[in-house]
């Protein structure tokens, strides 16, 4: 519609559509929530990198199927209204993306039950028996990510939103014409963004879309 600047908006997945980390409850239903915990705690230690952090957490479905994961993401809390929200964006004329670092097989669950348009996150092989194979070395890359979405969305980052809750998140608000921090209780991420909104229902990132700066006035 005439007057929405947004072309494109991106979206964090764990933190940010979760009622906290998804990974979580996938670590609690393979018996690996130690392991989960331990990198959790380093990863905000800053004892270890994103990097590190994320092959850790993929490390947690090695050996299990997609099939396997897609019932636990079934049971995942999340906020509210997501299909809703998805679908007056699209109404609005804006394309709506996952922008993650997970792994493939979450992205396609969202896209499936929630009708995103797009999503970049770390490609997970599979074995010869169609279970989820060690990740090797991944890279916890979002900006990469970011500008294959706004390649394929032939638009450009000033009419790009994110929207997210973590540090990953922060350089990909300093990258898109603006940036909204949901649910975080990150104060760095909450200084980078552009608004910081707490909600339990996604669809009120729609008011604070409208209320964002223009692009042209940034």
Not at 88 to 112: C, F, K, M, S
């Amino acid at each position: 519609m005439e007057g929405f600047p947004w072309r494109l908006v991106t979206v964090d997945i764990d933190g940010t559509l979760t009622r906290g980390h998804g990974w979580l409850d996938i670590a609690r239903a393979f018996g690996r929530q130690d392991d989960y915990s331990r990198s959790n705690r380093r990863l905000r230690a800053r004892e270890i990198g994103e990097d590190e952090h994320l092959t850790d957490l993929l490390d947690i479905a090695t050996g299990r199927t997609v099939e396997e994961v897609d019932r636990i993401l079934d049971q995942t809390p999340r906020l509210d209204g997501i299909r809703e929200a998805l679908g007056e964006l699209h109404r609005l004329g804006t394309r709506v993306a996952l922008l993650t670092h997970n792994p493939d097989y979450v992205i396609d669950y969202y896209q499936r039950e929630f009708g995103f348009d797009d999503g970049e996150g770390v490609i997970v092989p599979r074995d010869g028996a169609g279970r989820l194979a060690p990740p090797g070395s991944v890279r916890a890359d979002k900006i990469t990510g970011l500008h294959r979405l706004i390649a394929r969305a032939s638009t450009e980052p000033a009419h790009t939103a994110h929207i997210g809750d973590g540090w990953a998140d922060v350089p990909v608000f300093r990258e898109v014409g603006a940036g909204i921090a949901l649910n975080s209780t990150l104060d760095e991420v909450n200084r980078a963004a552009d608004r910081v909104l707490r909600t339990t229902d996604f669809r009120e990132v729609i008011a604070a879309l409208h209320g964002l700066p223009s692009p042209v006035s940034r």
